[in-house]
């Protein structure tokens, strides 16, 4: 089983919808984050999360929002999509560097989003 | 903030020779050079990275170059194979600040032909 899952894996949705992106991880780390990755322009931050109580916003986080449930899960809504939001999306997971870590991220597979 | 650049967009090579991607970034206080791979249909999974005390590091046919001085670091991938086909994004940071300080140039496409 992958150690960072993502829900779901593609999704097809109309401009204004509400759309929930899942992101789960086995590997323990408190680090969770949500990138966006559109063709040519790599990979940008939109929000990331360091615990359970603590939400911060990356470069991009207008027209996001995200929930941290648990350690272990860290969600990405868009509470009305717009079609300029159609992108991969990546959720990644990173223990804190020092200690022997290097702060390596952990990505899941993407989910890829359509909004029309 | 840092701004990280990276070249070329694509890269297309023979199966056996060597391939060279470069990335340039602005900020001095970056101390810390991932390098992640991305396979069709996969996350990127970090391949090498290199921190600013040491200038560069091996690992089998990878190796990652970093100038200081000049603000630029290499990746080079030596006899490619099939495998080695997909896209690569640098990235620069401090380390102690972790992942959310990362910013990621924008990929390059290396493509082995057989």
């Known amino acids: 089983d992958a150690d960072v899952t993502q829900t779901p894996r593609n999704r097809i949705t109309k401009t204004g919808k509400r759309i929930m992106l899942e992101c789960s991880q086995t590997?323990?780390?408190?680090?969770m984050y949500w990138y966006r990755q559109d063709p040519g322009l790599g990979l940008q931050l939109i929000y990331y999360?360091?615990?359970?109580?603590?939400?911060n916003k990356g470069e991009i986080s207008d027209g996001y929002s995200v929930s941290r449930q648990a350690q272990a899960k860290f969600s990405l809504s868009l509470e009305s999509a717009i079609p300029n939001q159609t992108a991969l999306y990546f959720c990644?997971?990173?223990?804190?560097?020092?200690?022997?870590?290097?702060?390596?991220?952990?990505f899941g597979e993407g989910s890829r989003l359509t909004v029309l | 903030g840092e701004n990280v650049e990276q070249h070329p967009s694509t890269l297309s090579v023979q199966e056996g020779d060597s391939a060279v991607i470069k990335c340039t970034y602005s900020?001095?206080?970056?101390?810390?050079f991932p390098w992640y791979k991305q396979e069709l249909g996969k996350g990127p999974q970090l391949i090498i990275d290199?921190?600013?005390?040491?200038g560069e590091k091996k690992d089998q046919r990878i190796a990652v170059t970093l100038n200081k001085t000049a603000k630029h670091f290499s990746l080079h991938i030596t006899e490619t194979q099939p495998e080695d086909s997909a896209v690569y994004f640098c990235?620069?940071?401090?380390?102690?600040?972790?992942?959310?300080?990362?910013?990621f140039g924008k990929g390059t496409h290396l493509i082995i032909q057989p």
């Open positions: 990644a997971t990173s223990a804190l560097p020092g200690q022997g870590n290097t702060g390596e991220l952990f």
């Open positions: 590997k323990g780390h408190d680090r």
């Open positions: 999360s360091f615990d359970v109580k603590d939400i």
């Open positions: 900020d001095s206080a970056s101390n810390y």
């Open positions: 290199i921190r600013s005390n040491v």
């Open positions: 990235a620069a940071g401090a380390f102690e600040g972790g992942a959310d300080g990362l910013t």
